[in-house]
C-alpha cells in the first residue's frame, strides 16, 4: 500500500450510528490493489466494506456521478452489496450533494438516487435483474441441520427457494418470530453449504403481516456470524415475493432487521409495475 487512504465509516438503513449495518467506504482507490482492499476490510471487520474507482468506459450517467465500486467482506470480494452501496452513496450525497449516482458492479450496472428528506438523507438502488430458483431437498434439509431448525418451524405460505438480485441469497421462512430470534448455528457446517451453493447469505425471514417483514441474514462465508441489515437480499427477497404471488406486483414492502443483534434497522423494498427489477431504499449516517 503506497498511500493510506481514508476509510471512512457509516452505517446504512438507519439514521442511528448504533443502528443498521456498518460498512468501511474508501473513495479513493488510487494505489490500492486488491490484497490492499481485502487487508482493510479485514482490519474494520465490517460485514462489508466498499472501494470506489473511475467508471469503466461507456457507462454513461452524470460525469462526476458515476463510479466503479467493489466490495471486499474481512474474507474475500463479493460480487454486490446493498447496505455498502447505501453507506457510499450517502457518503457522497453529503460531498457533492443530491442526486442520481451510477455505479458499475461485478453483478451489473447500479443506479441509485440520493435525496433528502427532512434534513436526513436517503439512498435507493435500482438492482440488476432478479430471479429465483428452487432448492434441491438434500441442501434444504443440509441448511435447516445446519440451522438447528426442524423443518416443522417453516412458514408453508413462503416456500424456500434461492433468490438473487446482483447476489444468490437462500430464502428460509420462520413460522413464527420466537422461531426466528432463536438463532445459533453450525458456522463451519453453514458456510460449506453456502460455498457449494454460491451463496452470499442465508436470509431468514418472518411475516408479521401483508407487507411488513422482519429478517436476519447469516453469513458465515463473509466471516461474520450476520449480517445486520442486508440490501442486496432485501432485493432479492422483493422479487422472490413477487415471483411466487406472495405480494402484487406493485407494492413496497418493509423490511426490519438488526433488531435481534441490537442494531435495528429500516430497509424499504419497492416492486413497480412492468419493471422486474427492485428497489431498496434506506437511511444512513457517518459513525464517528
Known amino acids: 500500500m503506497t498511500t493510506k487512504p481514508e476509510v471512512l465509516r457509516y452505517t446504512a438503513f438507519s439514521s442511528d450510528p448504533e443502528g443498521g449495518n456498518p460498512a468501511g467506504v474508501v473513495l479513493d482507490t488510487s494505489g490500492l ?41 474481512p474474507k474475500a470480494e463479493v460480487p454486490f452489496c446493498g447496505h455498502a452501496t447505501v453507506a457510499t452513496a450517502i457518503a ?35 438492482t440488476v435483474e432478479p430471479h429465483s430458483e428452487d432448492i434441491a431437498d438434500v441442501d434444504l434439509a443440509e441448511a ?39 438463532l445459533a448455528y453450525d458456522f463451519e457446517r453453514l458456510e460449506a453449504l453456502m460455498r457449494r451453493l454460491d451463496l452470499t447469505t442465508v436470509q431468514l425471514v418472518w411475516r408479521e403481516s401483508e407487507n ?18 442486508t440490501g442486496a437480499a432485501a432485493g432479492a427477497f422483493g422479487a422472490y415475493a413477487r415471483e411466487l404471488g406472495l405480494v402484487p406486483e406493485a407494492a ?15 430497509l424499504t423494498v419497492e416492486l413497480r409495475e412492468g419493471d422486474t427489477r427492485v428497489r431498496v431504499t434506506g437511511t444512513g449516517t457517518r459513525i464517528a
Not at 55 to 69: H, N, Q, V
Not at 105 to 126: F, I, K, M, N, Y
Request: glycine share 12%; charged share 20%; aromatic share 6%.
Open 33 to 73: 490493489d486488491d490484497a490492499d482492499m481485502l487487508s482493510i476490510a479485514a482490519d474494520l471487520g465490517y460485514s462489508e466494506s466498499a472501494f470506489l474507482s473511475a467508471p469503466p468506459a461507456g457507462l454513461g450517467g452524470e460525469p462526476g456521478r458515476a463510479f466503479t465500486i467493489r466490495y471486499f467482506s
Open 92 to 126: 457522497l450525497g453529503e460531498r457533492i450533494g443530491t442526486g442520481d449516482l451510477l455505479f458499475a458492479t461485478r453483478a451489473g450496472t447500479v443506479p441509485v438516487t440520493v435525496s433528502e428528506e427532512g434534513g436526513t438523507l436517503r439512498a435507493a438502488l435500482t
Open 144 to 182: 435447516l441441520a445446519a440451522l438447528d431448525w426442524p423443518a416443522a418451524d417453516l412458514d408453508p405460505a413462503l416456500p424456500p427457494r434461492i433468490a438473487f438480485a446482483g447476489a444468490r441469497h437462500l430464502v428460509l421462512a420462520a413460522a413464527t418470530r420466537e422461531r426466528l430470534a432463536d
Open 212 to 229: 411488513v417483514f422482519h429478517v436476519r441474514d447469516p453469513f458465515p462465508v463473509g466471516g461474520v456470524v450476520e449480517d445486520p441489515a
Open 252 to 266: 413496497v414492502l418493509t423490511l426490519h432487521q438488526g433488531e435481534d443483534m441490537g442494531r435495528p434497522g429500516v
